[in-house]
């Protein structure tokens, strides 16, 4: 009989940075991160480097010591009308529904949590990738349009009122 993993043991160290207090060490490990998944994994040929880190608060999660989930966050007024959150990406050994893995649920909380600490508790929209639209409505998010193609990817947007 094999021993339950320890859950704690497993979950994330969470930290959130603006994008001047990134180390050059935690600058690389993100963007090789979403390099990894969304290039190469989605086999989706974008320029991920769209001049929007530096305006971001990053989300990073690591585990033991290495860079394993991020997200950006906007502040309203930048990416949409409303804050907004970007660029949720989880590595392939964080993802899923076994003890230790699912961590992109946790990654979700913690955004929006660094938002709601930054800009207060608000309005938030996201254009979240089609086949994610059920892990987003389990966040509170609720398509608002109709889905568009973006970078090879069928997209919606989806919006998250302010909850109390």
């Known amino acids: ?18 994008f ?6 935690e600058l690389y490990a993100l ?11 989605q086999n989706c040929v974008f320029l991920d480097l769209d001049g929007s880190d530096a305006q971001a608060l990053h989300v990073l999660g690591r585990r033991a010591g290495q860079l394993v989930a991020s997200a950006r ?9 409303e804050a907004s ?5 989880a590595h392939p050994s964080i993802r899923g529904s076994a003890v230790g893995v699912g961590q992109g649920h946790a990654l979700m909380r913690q955004a929006i949590c660094a938002l709601e600490a930054r800009w207060g508790k ?19 998010f609720v398509k608002t349009g109709e ?4 970078d090879g990817i069928m997209h919606v947007e989806m919006l998250r009122p302010p909850k109390n």
């Open 73 to 81: 966050c906007f502040g309203p007024g930048i990416k949409y009308l």
């Open 122 to 140: 608000q309005s938030i929209r996201i254009g979240a990738q089609m086949h994610l639209d059920n892990f987003y409505a389990a966040h509170g």
């Open 85 to 89: 959150i970007g660029r949720v990406v």
């Open 147 to 150: 889905p568009y193609l973006e």
């Open 31 to 41: 963007l090789q991160l979403r390099s990894e998944v969304f290039v190469v994994e």
């Open 1 to 18: 009989m094999s021993a339950i993993a320890n859950p704690i043991a497993l979950a994330l160290d969470w930290t959130c940075k603006a």
């Open 20 to 25: 001047d207090a990134l180390t050059v060490a």
